[in-house]
């Protein structure tokens, strides 16, 4: 029973175009979200979290939108670059819970940057 | 500071084998974690430590596998009698606090022939 979803295995987006990711939870007890960013051979690199207090966090050309009622999160990317080009995990917790950083992540979006 | 420091980064063992995986975490985290990944999966929690103490583990982690952070800074896997199943790419992953993003390492890929 998968907790964080990530319907989209891949996206492909034109370079300087917005690119959005989207995550679906199940999990009402998940007060914090990540988005991680990986590239091939390499771990996870974090890019962006936001807390169950919040809706929206911004960070450079990285946007992470929370819509808890829907219990569903985005990432946006304005403008994307070729060097955007990687996989993106979803990750969620429940560190009111004690989870202790146990995360649970989605299967991950591939998301191509066309030049 | 280097970052969190996984060795080796490939490991190539044949069904049957023990393996032992090293991470060395990020110097004044006292959080480490293992998570394992698959091909087509995001990453599976395996286990926790906060300092020397295992605090949690998945019901992934069969008694084949043992954690240990001995001094509370480096920590060791070890997966023995190892089957094809267990090929993937073992990740560690430290942090300082409880409610703090994660700093992974670049993993160990573990081929079982």
């Known amino acids: 029973d998968q907790q964080v979803k990530q319907n989209s295995p891949s996206l492909s987006v034109q370079e300087g175009r917005i690119s959005i990711l989207n995550c679906d939870y199940t999990?009402?007890?998940?007060?914090?979200f990540l988005w991680y960013k990986k590239y091939p051979a390499e771990g996870p690199t974090f890019l962006i979290s936001?807390?169950?207090?919040?809706d929206k966090n911004e960070d450079g050309r990285f946007t992470v939108f929370l819509n808890k009622s829907a219990k569903h999160l985005s990432l946006h990317i304005v403008p994307s670059q070729p060097g955007d080009s990687a996989v993106y995990f979803c990750?969620?917790?429940?560190?009111?819970?004690?989870?202790?950083?146990?995360?649970?992540f989605g299967k991950g979006t591939k998301l191509s940057v066309k030049p | 500071d280097t970052g969190v420091s996984q060795d080796p980064r490939h490991k190539i063992t044949k069904r049957g084998q023990n393996v032992t995986f090293r991470c060395d975490p990020i110097s004044e985290h006292n959080r480490l974690y293992w998570y394992r990944q698959t091909l087509g999966q995001g990453p599976e929690f395996l286990t926790y430590?906060?300092?020397?103490?295992?605090?949690?583990k998945s019901r992934l982690l069969s008694d084949r596998f043992s954690a240990e952070r001995p001094k509370g800074s480096f920590s060791t896997l070890e997966i023995q009698r190892t089957e094809q199943g267990d090929s993937a790419m073992y990740l560690c992953?430290?942090?300082?606090?409880?409610?703090?993003?994660?700093?992974f390492g670049s993993g160990t890929q573990l081929s079982v022939l």
């Open positions: 992953a430290s942090s300082y606090r409880s409610n703090e993003k994660l700093f």
């Open positions: 999990n009402s007890m998940f007060d914090y």
């Open positions: 430590f906060q300092n020397e103490a295992q605090l949690e």
């Open positions: 990750a969620a917790s429940e560190y009111a819970g004690g989870s202790q950083g146990n995360l649970i």
């Open positions: 936001i807390s169950s207090i919040k």
